[in-house]
T-cell receptor
Framework: GAGVSQSPRYKVAKRGQDVALRCDPISGHVSLFWYQQALGQGPEFLTYFQNEAQLDKSGLPSDRFFAERPEGSVSTLKIQRTQQEDSAVYLC????????????????FGPGTRLTVL | ELKVEQNPLFLSMQEGKNYTIYCNYSTTSDRLYWYRQDPGKSLESLFVLLSNGAVKQEGRLMASLDTKARLSTLHITAAVHDLSATYFCAVDSGTYKYIFGTGTRLKVLA
């Protein structure tokens, strides 16, 4: 079946411009995550949704970052007034509705959106 | 706060050699994941380790988890060029989010 998809794959923005990044999770996955991966670093958690509810947004770096998942499926990460330090790959992941036998909760990652802010 | 460290950060090895990548984490967790990332690509799941003493093998890669030592290892046997990539461990924080290690950039030389 189809995996997690993200669009656009690449985005170049001028400083101060607003951007919107889209994530389509695996069908039926209740949980959805956004991560930010700076060049040469590991992914860092941004925010988490269970269905349409945003249960944790503690990783969002500033109030310029906003995420939504209004119908519990597709999610959008919006960055307002982009800055150069926002340049990174933004990864979306989704996971099964219940924990695997033994307690696992494997996340499946999309291809990412590479954002470059000039 | 959960912290995850990997070492080495960079690894250059000859084909045919063996090596181990280490992943240490700072608080209790019994769920750990290994991912592979090729340049410009997303994360590919390699192993899911769900209990103390778990060992999984796939081809030339073997992963293990020691929850008491808060340590996971990824062992590479008889490396081949195709294994060149960046490898990440990720620890389930006990809620829902992953905390990733710093990554190990592996280069296998012919």
């Amino acid at each position: 079946g189809a995996g997690v998809s993200q669009s656009p794959r690449y985005k170049v923005a001028k400083r101060g411009q607003d951007v919107a990044l889209r994530c389509d999770p695996i069908s039926g996955h209740v949980s959805l995550f956004w991560y930010q991966q700076a060049l040469g670093q590991g992914p860092e958690f941004l925010t988490y949704f269970q269905n349409e509810a945003q249960l944790d947004k503690s990783g969002l770096p500033s109030d310029r970052f906003f995420a939504e998942r209004p119908e519990g499926s597709v999610s959008t990460l919006k960055i307002q007034r982009t800055q150069q330090e926002d340049s990174a790959v933004y990864l979306c992941a989704s996971s099964f509705p219940r924990r695997l036998a033994g307690g696992g909760n494997e996340q499946f990652f999309g291809p990412g959106t590479r954002l470059t802010v000039l | 706060e959960l912290k995850v460290e990997q070492n080495p950060l960079f690894l250059s090895m000859q084909e045919g050699k063996n090596y181990t990548i280490y992943c240490n984490y700072s608080t209790t967790s019994d769920r750990l994941y290994w991912y592979r990332q090729d340049p410009g690509k997303s994360l590919e799941s390699l192993f899911v380790l769900l209990s103390n003493g778990a060992v999984k093998q796939e081809g030339r890669l073997m992963a293990s988890l020691d929850t008491k030592a808060r340590l996971s290892t990824l062992h590479i046997t008889a490396a081949v060029h195709d294994l060149s990539a960046t490898y990440f461990c990720a620890v389930d924080s006990g809620t829902y989010k992953y905390i990733f290690g710093t990554g190990t950039r592996l280069k296998v030389l012919a």
